[in-house]
């Protein structure tokens, strides 16, 4: 049973940064595509950032461009999204998801997710 923890979470000001990590803690996933998903109040979950399972191919959402990077570590098997000069509107709960079946944004083509975490960003 595959089982996705993610990590790094937390409250930071207009500005600042955050890492956060994604780990499959049983070790089944090996060269999957993963992604971070987020969803603020009362909104839609919405893509974020995807990584092919070579690490070769990266995928942002306009709004993150330029701002967060994905990355992982297939030793790991692992995966961080770096997250840099955070607005307001970066605040929501953040979530990992894995193994996708269609296309890389669409959130119900994953067929892992991990239990969300939570980014606060004050201004």
């Known amino acids: 049973q595959v089982q996705l923890v993610e990590s790094g979470g937390g409250s930071v000001q207009a500005g600042g940064s955050l890492r956060l990590s994604c780990a499959d803690s049983?070790?089944?996933?090996?060269?999957?595509?993963m992604a971070w998903f987020r969803q603020a109040p009362r909104k839609e979950r919405e893509f974020v950032a995807a990584i092919t399972g070579s690490g070769a191919n990266l995928y942002y959402a306009d709004s993150v461009k330029g701002r967060f990077t994905i990355s992982r570590d297939n030793a790991k098997i692992e995966v961080y999204l770096q997250m840099n000069r955070l607005k307001p509107e970066d605040t929501a709960i953040y979530y990992c998801?894995?193994?996708?079946?269609?296309?890389?944004?669409?959130?119900?083509?994953?067929?892992?997710w991990g239990q969300g975490t939570q980014v606060t960003v004050s201004s």
């Open positions: 998801a894995a193994d996708n079946r269609r296309a890389f944004s669409v959130a119900g083509g994953y067929n892992y």
């Open positions: 049983r070790r089944t996933l090996t060269n999957v595509g």
